[in-house]
């Protein structure tokens, strides 16, 4: 993505960033192995003795495996999209959780180049009270928003530094004498 003011010194209007974590993929594995474990004891067991405990076992296999294989994918990817007023965080495939951030409502923006996901917590869409909220994928680059409610949102991103740059630039235009 362009990330620097066009010739005629426009910025452009639309940046896309993304960051993925290919080892999700295999806890959604894990997640449908046991769904698979849930179906075959439900289909393949006689039901004669211990109905209740093979019940229990049916049920918690399938919503643990629901619970694992839903969960994972939700996070497998985040998309960043930053506009001319906005910006936008998808997670996974179905682009849930979303998060739309007005750049009205940010005071400044940093790049680090150290997010992991011990340090939040684990993977996932985060909140800590001492830290703020966070999206983190994966271990590695990433955008703190320093937001006016006193608030910060940090995602992992790819090229997070030319996103910084780009929201800083139009910070400015919003707000001219703002340096993020």
């Given at each position: 993505?362009?990330?620097?003011p066009?010739?005629?010194?426009?910025?452009?209007?639309?940046?896309?960033?993304?960051?993925?974590?290919?080892?999700?993929?295999?806890?959604?594995l894990?997640?449908?192995?046991?769904?698979?474990?849930?179906?075959?004891?439900?289909?393949?067991?006689?039901?004669?003795?211990?109905?209740?405990?093979?019940?229990?076992?049916?049920?918690?296999?399938?919503?643990?495996?629901?619970?694992?294989?839903?969960?994972?994918?939700?996070?497998?990817?985040?998309?960043?999209?930053?506009?001319?007023?906005?910006?936008?965080?998808?997670?996974?495939?179905?682009?849930?959780?979303?998060?739309?951030?007005?750049?009205?409502?940010?005071?400044?923006?940093?790049?680090?180049?150290?997010?992991?996901?011990?340090?939040?917590?684990?993977?996932?869409?985060?909140?800590?009270?001492?830290?703020?909220?966070?999206?983190?994928?994966?271990?590695?680059?990433?955008?703190?928003l320093?937001?006016?409610?006193?608030?910060?949102?940090?995602?992992?991103?790819?090229?997070?530094?030319?996103?910084?740059?780009?929201?800083?630039?139009?910070?400015?235009?919003?707000?001219?004498?703002?340096?993020?």
């Amino acid at each position: 993505m362009r990330d620097h003011p066009d010739a005629d010194g426009t910025l452009p209007p639309v940046w896309k960033g993304r960051a993925t974590n290919r080892v999700q993929w295999l806890f959604a594995l894990v997640g449908a192995a046991c769904l698979a474990l849930g179906i075959a004891l439900a289909v393949d067991s006689a039901w004669t003795s211990g109905i209740a405990a093979l019940v229990m076992s049916v049920v918690g296999c399938i919503a643990a495996g629901l619970l694992v294989l839903f969960g994972t994918l939700a996070f497998v990817h985040v998309d960043l999209k930053l506009d001319r007023e906005c910006l936008e965080v998808r997670c996974g495939h179905m682009g849930l959780p979303r998060r739309r951030i007005p750049l009205s409502h940010v005071a400044g923006a940093d790049f680090t180049a150290h997010v992991t996901p011990r340090h939040w917590g684990g993977w996932g869409y985060r909140w800590l009270p001492e830290k703020g909220t966070a999206v983190v994928v994966r271990r590695g680059e990433g955008i703190v928003l320093r937001l006016w409610d006193g608030h910060t949102f940090t995602i992992t991103v790819d090229n997070a530094e030319s996103a910084v740059r780009l929201i800083r630039d139009r910070l400015r235009t919003i707000r001219p004498g703002t340096a993020g």
